[in-house]
Structures are given as C-alpha cells and as structure tokens.
C-alpha cells in the first residue's frame, strides 16, 4: 500500500485516491469551491484546494491543486503553511474581483461556500474588486422559478455537469472566455425559453447564491399581513421529513406538528396538507387509469412532477397523449381552497388566497401554467420552497425547534392516509396507486400494503403486478431523476415496451430531494434515504392506508364532486398539456 504524511503525520493511501480524498477521510481540512465529490466533479478551476507537495528525494516544494493530484508513495503533503495561506486568499481574492459584494441582500447569505472559504483564508480585504466587471455580468430573471446571477459565479461548473451529466438535461454551457467566461443557456436562449425544466438540482450544487429560486417571502407574508385575506396554506409530502435540519434536528425529523404551529404563528388562516391532495390525486388518477387499461391504452405517464411535465413539454411533445390528466395534488387542493372549501365553510372566494410550501421549484413554474389559472385567478397564488419557507422564519423569528406540535384542525381537506404521505419518495404515487386499484378491482383491500417489491432505490424500476379481475396483471416502472427518464421515455417511443403505468420523479430521489429542498455544502443529497424512511414510518403509523379509505376525501365526492373522474371532478381536477 502506498504511504504518505499529511502535516507530518502518517496516512496510508487507496489506490487511485487523490491527495484531497485521502485528506478528507484523515479528518484534514482542505478547502475546496469547485470540487464536489459526491457528484463527481472535481475540474480544478478554483485554485483553492492548494497544498504544499515535496517528493521522497526531492529538495524543492512545489504547490498543486489537492483535488486533481494524485496520492504517491513517499509524498510528504502540507495543508499548513503561511505561503500557501497567502495563494489560497489571494485565489478567493481573485474570485471576488468580478463577484458582487452585497452579501447581505443574497439569497444564500451565511449559507455560502464563498463566504466560508473567505473566512478561513483569513480575507480582509479585496484589493482587486471592479465594480464595472461585476455590472457587466448578467442576471436572468426570465424563468417564474429560478433565478441565475452571474455577478455571484465563480465558474465552478457543478451546474453544467449535474444538468448534462445527473439530469441529462444539457440546458446549461460555458460561455465566452477569460476573464469574461461564465454560465448560459445552449443557443443563447434564456432560461425560460431553453431546454431547461427547472428540475432545480443546479441550484442544489451550486456554492453560491448564483442560481437560486425566485424568492416570493414577502409576497407570502403580505398575504398573511392582510386581515382582508384569507389565507390558506398548504405544505408537500415531502417537507415534514425536510425541515428540521435547519433548525439542529436530526436529518429526517418529522416536524409535521411544528410546522402547523409556525404556520399559524405566521398568520395563516387555515391550514391544509397536500397530502390529502395526493389521496384524491389517488381516487382521480387510478380511476383514469382503470378506464385507460381497458381501453388498452398505454403506457400512461404520472403527472403530478412539475418538472417532468416541462420536460415532456419541451423534449418529448409527442408522449403529451400517455400523460395522465389528473392535476398533481398541489393544484387539487387549491382549486378546491377556492371553491369547495370556501362552500363548506361560507367563507368568500374571493378572499381566499393559497401559498404551497413544496420541496420543489418547478412549482413555482406549475401555478402561472395557463391552464391552471382561470379568470386571472390562479388555483394557487404563491409556491415557497422549503429554503423560502426557513428564510421566512427567519424573518419572523420564530425557531421550529422549540414550537409545541399541533394538529392539523380542518375538518374537509387536512387528513389523510398512509398512501398519500409517502408520495414524496420515489415509488410512492406508484403504491399507493396499486392499494386502490387493487381494491377497486377486487372489492377488497390488498393483504400486504407495504409493496416491498416497489420500493428500491435504482434510478428505473420495474415490477408487474397482480391486479386481478378483469385487468390481470399490470406492469410498471418507477424512474427517479430525469437521466433514467430519458432511457424509460425513449424505449416508450420505440414502441419496445409493454409497460402499463410509469410513475416519474425529475429529482433523483423524488420529492425529499426535490430542487427545492435545504441545500447542503458539500454534499449532493445526502439525506434521501433518512427522509424516505421517515416517509415510509408515517404510513406504518397511520390507521389509515388507502386513500380511498380517506374519510375527508369521501365526504368530498359525496357532497361535492359525485364518484372519482365525474364530470364536476372532471372540470376540476384534470387538466392538459401543450408544447
Ligand atoms: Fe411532491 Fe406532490 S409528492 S410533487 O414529490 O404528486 O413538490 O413532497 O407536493 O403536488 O402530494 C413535491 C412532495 C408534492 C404534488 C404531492 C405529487
Ligand atoms: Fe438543468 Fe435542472 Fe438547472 Fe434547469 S433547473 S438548468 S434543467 S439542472
């Protein structure tokens, strides 16, 4: 095995390891901006990894980037010296010289790998800052859900390589050079207008506050300000299991209780779960598909992803026919905030507007869909993704970790079930699906509803399942991230598959990584399988496990829409989709 030292002290090295991976697994701190292991990506382009390298029978030291260099036998390493100190601060020197300086109005203000490699390099000052550079770098603010700031890159590239190699998207290029280099869109287009799908995993990768959501707190907040307003809230599947981290609880703490009580600390009127949106998402979509099988239509394609649905929209047009039509549980619950509940409740419509806390910001992009606004009134007015959702608490002061639970309190459209809980992971829409179609098939429920076979973590899945009756056998697939998409979407079109229903998640992971969820530092979603285990405890725990077996849910189509897929659920909870 290969030896070495790292500041004196002795380290053995795996082969092929790099002086910065054998450093991190010795507990030696290395700085790095580009670099992102767990996406593999280390181009070397920030300069800060630097260390001090002396070869075995060498007498002269030299200094290389940690991140590309690899470990050597005999290699004596320095991470500490003053001469390497004074590069690394003068390289983050050099990346501020063009990097706007307003921390204090970015949206990743003391969440930043900028900032932080700033402190630890001990800068002080920036002798070589040009505002005219700094003005010159564009903004792009085209797109309803993310925003990219090219005054705050530092041209690492981890949101080239995660759209072209995670997400197979491709959307995002480098552009011009030298000191002009930056981040656009292929063909120059915008952001809005090019390929990409606002699947948000760049923004997950990104160390900066260039790419971000666009922040909508204080229109949230104005709402909730308004005493003419009734303001409604709903929260994901996904963002109880999501939350507590920013608050110092264990990754996949369920803070469903805590966040009701914030909610309402906030001012909001009523509170909702969209989880009971995914239950009638249940009763909508399986019902749909139930009637598409026996038609031998096929496959159909989920629907609630945001981001899957651009990506059909601008890449894939001609599958737009196997999508399903029913609207995804986020839109669900807010055409129903603004008719159904306002009925029940004799409150006036008007007055009624819907914020969605979601993990998501493709979101932000699926409320403003034409289809989805009806008169100029939109089904839901604001989407805040989670990170909003923790600025906004920030803002109020108010600290998740010490607010006593509550429980939801409405009484039309805040239970649910087991299925609908573990929507937010890949796989999830998929079972809960089956433990209704199964029971409306065969009239009784399925004996085991944990669906083991369903429930891996690959990037595609495929399963068949015994449905029974007069449908027999149905097979299905579960892809998670868009790259394993392409591969399920492309056989679809080569008319090589039998497949019957496929469930899509653009964000690997599905929704408990969505794009916007917390970010980590350097780690590239680190907590998806804690959250989905939260996710799946919910529904071990719950008395109910079928969505159609969701009290509230029935009491909807027996006062309101009449059965699943009626002409009045029609006209509000499907929609369509165009190019
Ligand atoms: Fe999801 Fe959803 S499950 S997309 O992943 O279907 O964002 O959590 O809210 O709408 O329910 C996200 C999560 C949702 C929707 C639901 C679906
Ligand atoms: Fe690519 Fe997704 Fe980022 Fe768009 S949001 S540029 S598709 S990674």
Same mark, same amino acid.
């Given at each position: 095995p290969l030896t070495a030292t790292i500041n004196g002290k002795a380290v053995t090295g795996r082969p092929g390891e790099t002086i910065l991976e054998c450093a991190r697994r010795n507990g030696v701190y290395i700085p790095t901006l580009c670099e992102l292991h767990d996406i593999d990506h280390a181009p070397g382009t920030c300069r800060v990894c630097l260390v001090e390298i002396k070869m075995p029978h060498a007498d002269k030291t030299h200094l290389v980037a940690s991140c590309t260099t690899p470990l050597q036998d005999g290699l004596a390493v320095n991470t500490r010296t003053p001469q390497l100190r004074e590069m690394q601060r003068l390289q983050v020197e050099l990346l501020l010289?063009?990097?706007?300086?307003?921390?204090?109005?970015?949206?990743r203000h003391g969440k930043c790998d900028l900032q932080d490699v700033a402190q630890f390099v001990g800068l002080r000052q920036n002798r070589f800052f040009d505002p005219a550079r700094v003005a010159a770098r564009p903004i792009d603010e085209s797109s309803p859900a993310l925003i990219r700031n090219m005054k705050r890159c530092i041209r690492c590239q981890r949101c080239i390589a995660i759209c072209r190699d995670g997400q197979g998207v491709d959307a995002l290029i480098q552009i011009n050079s030298g000191l002009d280099t930056a981040v656009g869109l292929r063909h120059g287009l915008t952001q809005k207008n090019s390929a990409c799908v606002t699947c948000g995993q760049c923004v997950l990768v990104c160390p900066t506050g260039a790419l971000g959501e666009r922040d909508e707190t204080d229109r949230a907040l104005e709402m909730m300000y308004d005493p003419e307003l009734i303001t409604v809230v709903q929260f994901a599947p996904a963002v109880r299991v999501g939350f507590g981290e920013e608050f110092?609880?264990?990754?996949?703490?369920?803070v469903e209780g805590q966040i009701i009580t914030a909610l309402k600390q906030l001012g909001a009127s009523i509170v909702l779960d969209t989880n009971w949106g995914a239950d009638l998402v249940i009763m909508e979509e399986g019902t749909e598909l139930l009637h598409r099988l026996k038609e031998r239509k096929r496959p159909t394609f989920s629907s609630c992803c945001p981001a899957w649905i651009n990506f059909v929209e601008r890449h894939y047009p001609d599958i737009m026919p196997s999508l399903s039509s029913t609207k995804s549980p986020q839109q669900c619950v807010g055409a129903l905030a603004k008719t159904y509940l306002p009925e029940k409740m004799g409150i006036d419509p008007a007055r009624v507007r819907v914020i969605s806390i979601m993990p998501c910001i493709a979101k932000k992009d699926e409320i403003v869909r034409r289809q989805l606004v009806h008169d100029g009134v939109p089904e839901v007015d604001v989407v805040l993704s989670t990170r909003e959702f923790a600025r906004l608490l920030q803002r109020e002061r108010i600290d998740l970790k010490t607010l006593p639970p509550s429980t939801f309190d409405n009484p039309y459209m805040s239970e649910y079930s087991g299925a609908g809980a573990i929507f937010g992971t890949t796989g999830g829409v998929m079972e809960a699906a089956i433990r209704t179609m199964y029971y409306v098939v065969n #009239?009784? &429920?399925?004996?085991?509803?944990?669906?083991?076979?369903?429930? #891996?973590? &690959?990037?595609v899945r495929t399963a068949t399942v015994e449905l029974g009756g007069d449908i027999g056998a149905v097979k299905i697939a579960m892809c998670h991230g868009l790259k394993p998409t392409r591969q399920i979407v492309e056989q679809v079109r080569s008319g090589n598959s039998d497949l019957d229903f496929v469930e899509i998640m653009a964000c690997p992971g599905g929704c408990v990584d969505g794009g916007g969820t917390l970010r980590s530092k350097k780690a590239y979603l680190p907590h998806a399988l804690k959250r989905r285990e939260t996710l799946f405890g919910i529904d071990k725990n719950r008395a109910v496990r079928q969505s159609h077996r969701n009290e509230q849910v029935q009491a909807l189509y027996r006062d309101y829409l009449g059965a699943p897929n009626s002409e009045k659920a029609h006209h509000l909870l499907h929609t369509y989709y165009t190019d």
């Open positions: 010289a063009d990097h706007d300086q307003d921390c204090a109005t970015c949206i110092g609880l264990p990754p996949g703490t369920n #009239g009784r &429920e399925l004996e085991h509803v944990e669906i083991e076979q369903l429930r #891996g973590f &690959e990037g």
